[in-house]
């Protein structure tokens, strides 16, 4: 199940996980996602089935899970990969966008991930929980840098989220697999990249990352760096002392 049908990484993480599954592709407008589901079919899915998702409604999103799970039963794998980018100046001016960022990129992951573990803990032989949950988060989140302060900010609450959610699943037969990616080169940097800004040391495109979260999931981990030298690369830039961090680029 990806929450999240038009994301590249989530597209090709669910390519790298399809064969010999049914996966559901939920996304806004699901009627146009006949490019995603030749890329899951080709890739070995028995099935793929779209529905509709709008990961702002959070009104609604407790009854869709429930009702994604009565319709197609126990699941396996769960991708949360949507989320927006937005832009860092404009934010800085329009209270609106940098709210829009904020709800998109954290509290809809709340609304989402809240239920959909719940769905998972009741699932499994005996109801004693099963499944996966694999949850995007960023290294943009780890120290927020001036550049994308809004959005680093949303990526720290959900990763922090995402962590303290993964302690509590212990034990429940329940995992949260939590990606920490590093600047990946795709549409949703695109406009950042056409307007000057170069991409960071250590970038990845979709394609690596789906590589490295399917190897992360296969070996039963709970959180993945892509790529993993960011891992002691963020340990430093902790130590940094603040009048320097603040002068770092992008």
Not at 20 to 36: C, F, M, Q
Not at 51 to 58: E, I, K, Q, S, Y
Not at 101 to 128: C, F, M, N, W
Request: proline share 5%.
């Amino acid at each position: 199940m990806l929450f999240g049908g038009r994301s590249e990484i989530g597209v090709a993480t669910a390519e790298r996980l399809a064969e010999g599954r049914t996966v559901v592709l939920a996304a806004r407008r699901p009627d146009d996602l006949a490019d995603e589901t030749a890329r899951l079919l080709a890739a070995g899915a028995t099935e793929v089935h779209t529905v509709a998702f709008d990961a702002d409604d959070t009104d609604g999103h407790p009854a869709l899970i429930a009702s994604l799970a009565q319709r197609f039963g126990p699941i396996g794998i769960a991708i949360v990969a949507f989320g927006i980018l937005g832009n860092q100046e404009r934010a800085e001016n329009d209270v609106a966008h940098a709210l829009q960022i904020a709800h998109t990129d954290y509290y809809a992951h709340v609304s989402v991930l809240i239920p959909l573990a719940k769905a998972l803990r009741e699932q499994g032989p005996g109801g004693q929980g099963s499944g996966t949950m694999i949850v995007f988060s960023s290294v943009a989140g780890i120290r927020v840098r001036r550049a994308n302060y809004v959005y680093g900010s949303t990526k720290a609450g959900l990763d922090g989220f995402a962590s303290g959610m993964a302690d509590s699943l212990h034990g429940t037969g329940v995992r949260l697999l939590l990606v920490r990616p590093g600047f990946v080169i795709g549409s949703m940097t695109r406009e950042l990249m056409e307007s000057g800004v170069k991409p960071a040391p250590m970038s990845r495109t979709p394609e690596q990352v789906a590589d490295a979260v399917a190897r992360a999931y296969r070996k039963g981990r709970g959180e993945v760096w892509v790529p993993w030298m960011l891992r002691p690369v963020f340990f430093g830039m902790r130590l940094l002392p603040r009048a320097i961090w603040r002068r770092l680029p992008r």
